[in-house]
T-cell receptor
Framework: GENVEQHPSTLSVQEGDSAVIKCTYS??????FPWYKQELGKGPQLIID?????GEKKDQRIAVTLNKTAKHFSLHITETQPEDSAVYFC????????????FGKGNQVVVIP | DAGITQSPRYKITETGRQVTLMCHQT?????MFWYRQDLGHGLRLIYY???????DKGEVPDGYVVSRSKTENFPLTLESATRSQTSVYFC???????????????FGEGSRLTVL
C-alpha cells in the first residue's frame, strides 16, 4: 500500500523566515497530493493541493512542488507568521483517483515571534 | 449551521464497554471517512463510505463497526472498547470528485476518547 513519509517531525523558524516540509511517497500510481493544516483542538483543514500533471502550485505565501520521478513533494511557506504555527500533514492518494488518502505523520511547525 | 459535526467531543469509558461516536454532515457529500489520530502515527483511516449502505475497511478497522443508513450520518461503534483505542477520532466528508473536481476532505472537530 501507499507509504507517506514526512520530515522533519518538528520545525522551528523565526517569524518572517521560510519553512519547508518535505514528503516522500511510495505508490507511483498516486496522482493527488494535498496538504492539511491542523490548529490546536481542531480538525485538519486543506490549505493547498497539487495533481500529478502539475509541478508547482502557489497560493499567496504557500506553495507546493512535486517531483514525480523522485516521488517527493514539498510545502513551502514564505514570510512565516505566528498564525502559521500548527501541525501540517501531507497526504497522497492511494492508487489512481483520490477516493482515499494516505497521510504522513505530521509536522509541528513553530513560528518564533 | 451547515457543516460536519461530531458527538460527543469528549468521552471517557471503561474497557469492554460499547461506545458510539456520531458524525453528521449537512452537505450531502457522498464520501465519509473515519480517522484516528495518535502521536507518532498521524492520521490513520479506519473505515470509509462511498454512499449510503456502502462501507469499506481502511488501514486499521479491527475493533470498529460502521453503518451508513442515511447519507448524512456515519456512526462509528467500538463494540468492546480497549485501551489501545484511546485516541482522537476524526470524521470527514468529501463530495464526489466528478461533480466538484475537488478532493478536499472536510473534517469535524474531533472526538477525544479515553478508555480506562
Amino acid at each position: 500500500g501507499e507509504n507517506v513519509e514526512q520530515h522533519p517531525s518538528t520545525l522551528s523558524v523565526q517569524e518572517g523566515d521560510s519553512a519547508v516540509i518535505k514528503c516522500t511517497y511510495s505508490d507511483s500510481a498516486s496522482n493527488y497530493f494535498p496538504w492539511y493544516k491542523q490548529e490546536l483542538g481542531k480538525g485538519p483543514q486543506l490549505i493547498i493541493d497539487i495533481r500529478s500533471n502539475v509541478g508547482e502550485k502557489k497560493d499567496q505565501r504557500i506553495a507546493v512542488t512535486l517531483n514525480k520521478t523522485a516521488k517527493h513533494f514539498s510545502l513551502h511557506i514564505t514570510e512565516t507568521q505566528p498564525e502559521d504555527s500548527a501541525v501540517y500533514f501531507c497526504a497522497a492518494s492511494i492508487g489512481y483517483g483520490n477516493n482515499r488518502l494516505a497521510f504522513g505523520k505530521g509536522n509541528q511547525v513553530v513560528v518564533i515571534p | 449551521d451547515a457543516g460536519i459535526t461530531q458527538s460527543p467531543r469528549y468521552k471517557i469509558t471503561e474497557t469492554g464497554r460499547q461506545v458510539t461516536l456520531m458524525c453528521h454532515q449537512t452537505w450531502s457529500h457522498s464520501y465519509m471517512f473515519w480517522y484516528r489520530q495518535d502521536l507518532g502515527h498521524g492520521l490513520r483511516l479506519i473505515y470509509y463510505s462511498a454512499a449510503a449502505d456502502i462501507t469499506d475497511k481502511g488501514e486499521v478497522p479491527d475493533g470498529y463497526v460502521v453503518s451508513r443508513s442515511k447519507t448524512e450520518n456515519f456512526p462509528l461503534t467500538l463494540e468492546s472498547a480497549t485501551r489501545s483505542q484511546t485516541s482522537v477520532y476524526f470524521c470527514a466528508s468529501r463530495a464526489l470528485e466528478a461533480r466538484l473536481n475537488t478532493g478536499e476532505l472536510f473534517f469535524g472537530e474531533g472526538s477525544r476518547l479515553t478508555v480506562l
